[in-house]
């Protein structure tokens, strides 16, 4: 999420400790240290078996700790979730007039798997209480997106319209 949040938006999201990885870590580094203490009362293959499981379960830790974040929209103190569709890149103008228009369930006739085309790429964050929604729309030029378009927050009329084609989208 960090592409769609980087600085366009300053003050309305903050980033905090997902609370359920941070402890999972704690536990699994727990198990580790027990495994490594284990370990050293043992010989020939249990003492490698059990010294491989500790580092498993410190790797394991460490990628819990790094992704136990979560994106908070501040206004409402909402948990964001992103969502990302793909479309043919020619038909990037098109969908940026679908976007700027609120016609969003016209998106859906535009949608294309990553594996069959792509090239556009429309990043959608949403609030798990529905309240706010915001896009971004990329083009994909040689080795990285570009954005088409900044930070768009969408109308408070139009945002279970745009929430319900994003998510049906997403699961076609």
């Known amino acids: 999420m960090k592409s769609i949040l980087n600085g366009s938006a300053e003050g309305k999201f903050s980033v905090v400790a997902n609370k359920k990885a941070v402890a999972l870590a704690v536990v699994l580094l727990l198990v580790a240290v027990?495994?490594?203490v284990m370990a050293g009362k043992m010989s020939g293959l249990a003492y490698i078996g059990t010294v491989l499981l500790g580092f498993v379960f410190v790797?394991?830790?460490?990628i819990k700790f790094i992704g136990g974040r979560e994106y908070i929209y501040n206004p409402t103190h909402s948990r964001l979730s992103k969502?990302?569709?793909?479309?043919?890149i020619s038909n990037s103008t098109q969908i940026?007039?679908?976007l700027e228009s609120g016609e969003y369930k016209k998106l859906v006739d535009h949608?294309?798997?990553?594996k069959t085309g792509g090239g556009a790429?429309?990043?959608?964050?949403i609030t798990e209480d529905g309240k706010y929604a915001a896009y971004q729309l990329y083009v994909y030029v040689p080795y990285s997106y570009e954005p088409v378009t900044e930070l768009v927050?969408?109308?408070?009329?139009?945002i279970k319209q745009f929430v319900e084609t994003v998510r049906y989208c997403v699961k076609r």
């Open 153 to 158: 927050d969408v109308n408070p009329s139009n």
């Open 96 to 98: 940026r007039n679908i």
């Open 121 to 125: 790429r429309l990043d959608a964050i």
């Open 59 to 62: 790797i394991v830790a460490l």
């Open 34 to 36: 027990v495994a490594f």
């Open 111 to 114: 949608k294309t798997d990553l």
């Open 83 to 88: 969502e990302t569709i793909f479309f043919d």
